[in-house]
C-alpha cells in the first residue's frame, strides 16, 4: 500500500562569521544569499545547472503562496521577501532557502518511503555547500542554529502518510502522544501549526542533539513502518463496511461530474478515492493522480497554473474542471 506518500529530509546551517538571520542587516542578508548562490551555479557540480534561483521580492503574492502548498518553503520564508532567496530544482525534488530562520535550509523531497536515499541526496547537496562556506559548528553541539531544538544535527526528517483509517477510529490523538515520547511528532501535512487536511499527516523527529543522523532516520523508519502497519490492519477492518464502499463510490462520482468544487470538500473527496484506490474498490484511477491533484487544487497553485487571478468562486470552478479532466470517465 502506498499510505507513504513522500519522505523529506531537510537540514539547517549557518555560515560562521555572520549573525543569525534575525540580527542581519540588509546588507548582510545579501552577501549570505550570494554567497549560497555561488557555492551552488558556480560549483563543478553536475547538479549545479540543475538549479533555478528565485529573489522571493519578485514573485507575487500568489506565487509565494503556491511555493508553500507545494511545501518548497514555509510561510514564514515568504512573510518578508526582503533578502531571501530560494534555489530550487527543475523537478522540485532540491530546494535551499536562504535566510529563513537560519542562512540556510536545504531540503529534498522523494516520493515513498525512501530515508536512506533521500538523506543520502541531502547529505551530499550538504557536502557541496561546506566545500565553499564554513558552517558554524561547535564540536560538543554540532551545527548552531538560531533556534536550540536544532542544534545538532540540524536535521529534520519526515514522511507523509495517509492515515484514513486511524483518522476515523480517532486513534490519532493516542498515537501522538505516544510518538511525543519517542521524540517524534505528528502534525498536519503542512507541519506545527497546520490541521489535517485530506487525512494527510507528517511524521517527522523532534530530536537533533545527542543523536547521530543514522539513529534519527532508523528510529523514524521503524516508527513508519509501525504505523503503516496500524493502518493497515485499520483498513481492513473499514473497508469491509457497505458505508465506507458507498462513501468511497459517492466520492468519485461527485469527483467526476461536480462543476463546482471547494478546496476542502476536493482533498476530502480525493483521500475517500485513494483509499478506495488502494482498497480495490476503484480500478482506474491511481495513486499517483490523486497525490499529484491533492497539489495542483491548492489555492495558489491552481491560479499559478492557470496564470489568472481567480475568484473564490471562479477558482473552485476551475479546481472541478482540473478534477474532471483527470479522473473523469473516458
Do not use: W
Request: glycine share 6%; with cysteine; charged share 30%.
Amino acid at each position: 500500500m502506498s499510505i507513504v506518500i513522500s519522505t523529506r529530509v531537510r537540514l539547517a546551517r549557518n555560515l560562521k562569521d555572520y549573525p543569525f538571520p534575525r540580527k542581519l542587516s540588509e546588507q548582510g542578508r545579501e552577501k549570505i544569499v550570494e554567497s549560497v548562490r555561488r557555492a551552488v551555479t558556480d560549483s563543478r557540480s553536475a547538479i549545479a545547472d540543475d538549479f533555478h534561483f528565485i529573489r522571493i521580492s519578485d514573485l507575487e503574492p500568489l506565487q509565494s503562496v503556491s511555493l508553500v502548498e507545494k511545501r518548497l518553503c514555509s510561510p514564514e520564508f515568504i512573510s518578508e521577501g526582503k533578502g531571501r532567496a530560494l534555489l530550487i530544482s527543475k523537478d522540485e525534488s532540491l530546494s535551499i532557502m536562504i535566510n529563513e530562520e537560519d542562512h540556510i535550509r536545504l531540503q529534498v523531497i522523494k516520493k515513498g518511503l525512501s530515508l536512506e536515499e533521500t538523506y543520502d541526496i541531502a547529505d551530499k547537496l550538504d557536502t557541496l555547500l561546506d566545500e565553499n562556506l564554513s558552517f558554524a559548528y561547535d564540536d560538543k553541539l554540532g551545527y548552531l542554529t538560531q533556534c536550540p531544538t536544532n542544534l545538532g544535527t540540524g536535521m529534520r526528517a519526515s514522511v507523509m502518510l495517509h492515515l484514513p483509517a486511524l483518522e476515523k477510529s480517532r486513534a490519532i490523538s493516542r498515537i501522538s502522544g505516544n510518538l511525543s515520547k519517542l521524540g517524534l511528532t505528528i502534525r498536519g501535512a503542512h507541519g506545527e501549526g497546520t490541521e489535517p487536511q485530506g487525512s494527510l499527516y507528517q511524521l517527522s523527529n523532534q530530536v537533533t542533539l545527542g543523536i547521530s543522523e543514522k539513529a534519527a532516520i532508523e528510529n523514524l523508519k521503524n516508527i513508519t513502518e509501525q504505523l503503516v502497519t496500524q493502518e493497515e490492519q485499520a483498513r481492513a477492518r473499514l473497508c469491509e463496511s457497505d458505508e465506507v464502499k458507498d462513501t468511497v463510490s459517492r466520492s468519485l462520482g461527485i469527483l467526476r461530474y461536480a462543476t463546482v468544487m471547494s478546496h476542502e470538500e476536493a482533498l476530502k473527496l480525493l483521500s475517500n478515492v485513494r483509499l478506495g484506490v488502494e482498497a480495490g474498490l476503484i480500478s482506474d484511477v491511481s495513486c499517483d493522480t490523486i497525490d499529484s491533484l491533492m497539489t495542483a487544487v491548492e489555492p495558489a497553485t491552481l491560479s499559478v497554473t492557470l496564470r489568472k487571478s481567480l475568484s473564490p468562486h471562479d477558482r473552485d470552478i476551475e479546481r472541478a474542471k482540473m478534477i474532471r479532466a483527470e479522473i473523469g470517465e473516458k
